[in-house]
T-cell receptor, first 112, second 116 residues
């Protein structure tokens, strides 16, 4: 158990819809990262937050957005969903400077 | 830009064989971390090891060992006497230090199948 909690574990929705994925980092970790794992793209970094502020952006689509709240949990919002957005979405957290990321179990999104 | 290459897409071995998973990385940074993660069929990502760029000592942990060579930009992972439970996808990853960005760049992964 990494200490990072992601909900929901599974989600099935239709094209054009919007979903929100939630992540609670390990206690004390200020950084939260979101990754997308799809069959054809591998593990892609989407975005990082540190103590509520956006720290780095990766290959995140404009239809996707994220935020980190004062209690440090984070949400990834995916809108206007397309079939290609079907993937496993991971959240990770870290102690700043440690370099080590602890991953949650992922949220599996299926878009039909 | 940083890049991690895992040229072996899939490896199949028989139990008790030794197997080495290759990882080659590219970075312009002089300070960086290298990682290996394991993703079993259940899907979670399990941290195996972190190595910083100043520490080229090889490391052994039980049946696992890692060989870091800066001269060839490689960070290879060897499993000795493989077991069926080692079947998983293994990812090598890199994070740069000087840019302040700690997000990991992952390789494409190597799927290891250990047959009984």
């Amino acid at each position: 158990d990494s200490g990072v909690t992601q909900t929901p574990k599974h989600l099935i929705t239709a094209t054009g819809q919007r979903v929100t994925l939630r992540c609670s980092p390990r206690s004390g970790d200020l950084s939260v990262y979101w990754y997308q794992q799809s069959l054809d793209q591998g593990l892609q970094f989407l975005i990082q937050y540190y103590n509520g502020e956006e720290r780095a952006k990766g290959n995140i689509l404009e239809r996707f957005s994220a935020q980190q709240f004062p209690d440090l949990h984070s949400e990834l919002n995916l809108s206007s969903l397309e079939l290609g957005d079907s993937a496993l979405y991971f959240c990770a957290s870290s102690v700043e400077g440690s370099g080590e990321l602890f991953f949650g179990e992922g949220s599996r999104l299926t878009v039909l | 830009a940083q890049k991690v290459t895992q040229a072996q897409t899939e490896i199949s071995v028989v139990e008790k064989e030794d197997v080495t998973l290759d990882c080659v990385y590219e970075t312009r940074d002089t300070t960086y971390y290298l990682f290996w993660y394991k993703q079993p069929p259940s899907g979670e990502l399990v941290f195996l090891i972190r190595r910083n760029s100043f520490d080229e000592q090889n490391e052994i942990s039980g049946r696992y060992s890692w060989n870091f060579q800066k001269s060839t930009s490689s960070f290879n992972f060897t499993i000795t006497a493989s077991q069926v439970v080692d079947s998983a996808v293994y990812f090598c990853a890199l994070s740069e230090f000087s840019t302040g960005r700690r997000a990991l760049t992952f390789g494409s992964g190597t799927r290891l199948q250990v047959q009984p």
